[in-house]
């Protein structure tokens, strides 16, 4: 069992530095985030009526959260399908490391990179937002944690469904876009509502809107949401998830 757990940390020290060597990419997400942050908030301040926000900075920053982990998570995904592709799987299969640890350590290294890429942002959301007590860190890290390893799976899911190349980016780039404008990252309830209409529903399912609501909670941007709601979805969203990247990564090795 220990050693399981030593090959799966092994795995995920591996991602790891590979992570680091994209060095660029990362400063481009880091700046690209700061951005959205900055300059939505600068923009939006001044357009978007004070009742239904007060203050746009305040209102997205929590948001950002939700997205360093989706973006850092997500990367895991890209590497697992060129692995797919270029047949690198052949070779993984050929280590002494059990197919169950080898799935596991992949999507342990997708959570550590969404973990430590959302460090910095934390510090930045409790400069803006102010410290949050002990009990609300529990949920914070609770959150992170789950959306983190949400996003890792699925993200891995989405690179091992099909060895098609084109139809593999046709299905993360949609699920992109559907992730990142179906929620309430940016909008409020009120405005979402106005853009939806009838389907404005979807969103509150969104895993990124429930993470997003939680951080708003935990940081004190609102008063009170449905935290039993929020917690247990997202948790629910994890175990699926997780099984279905497990599974589908699990196939591939074999096949």
């Known amino acids: 069992m220990l050693g ?6 092994f795995i995920a020290q591996r991602d790891l ?3 680091w060597r994209y060095k660029y990419w ?14 939505f908030g600068l923009i939006f301040r001044g357009i978007v009526n004070p009742v239904l926000i007060p203050d746009y900075i305040k209102f997205i920053t929590p948001g950002i959260l939700s997205l360093s982990i989706f973006i850092s998570s997500f990367s895991i995904g890209r590497e697992v399908g060129i ?21 596991i350590g ?10 430590i890429y959302q460090f910095g942002f934390l510090l930045f ?4 937002l102010g410290m949050p007590c002990l009990t609300r860190w529990l949920y914070i890290l609770y959150t992170s944690l789950l959306l983190a390893t949400v996003m890792a799976s699925l993200s891995i899911s989405l690179s091992t469904v099909t060895r098609d190349f084109n139809l593999q980016a046709t299905i993360r780039s949609l699920m992109y876009n559907i992730l990142f404008f179906v ?43 449905d935290l039993a709601y929020n917690a247990l979805g997202l948790l ?3 175990i699926v998830i997780f099984i279905l990247a497990y599974k589908l990564y699990i196939r591939n090795l074999v096949g």
Do not use: H
């Open 4 to 9: 399981d757990v030593r090959l799966i940390l």
């Open 17 to 19: 530095s590979r992570f």
């Open 26 to 39: 990362l400063a481009g997400q880091v700046a690209m985030n700061l951005a959205d942050i900055l300059i």
């Open 83 to 103: 692995e797919l592709r270029r047949e690198v799987t052949l070779y993984l299969v050929s280590l002494p490391v059990k197919r169950t640890v080898l799935a």
């Open 106 to 115: 992949r999507i342990v290294s997708g959570v550590l990179r969404g973990l």
């Open 125 to 128: 959301a409790v400069i803006i």
């Open 183 to 225: 929620s309430n990252i940016f909008y409020p309830e009120t405005v979402v509502k106005a853009r939806l209409g009838f389907a404005s529903p979807i969103v509150n399912y969104s895993p990124l809107s429930m993470a997003t609501s939680i951080y708003r909670w935990s940081f004190g941007y609102i008063e009170s949401i």
């Open 236 to 238: 629910a969203w994890t």
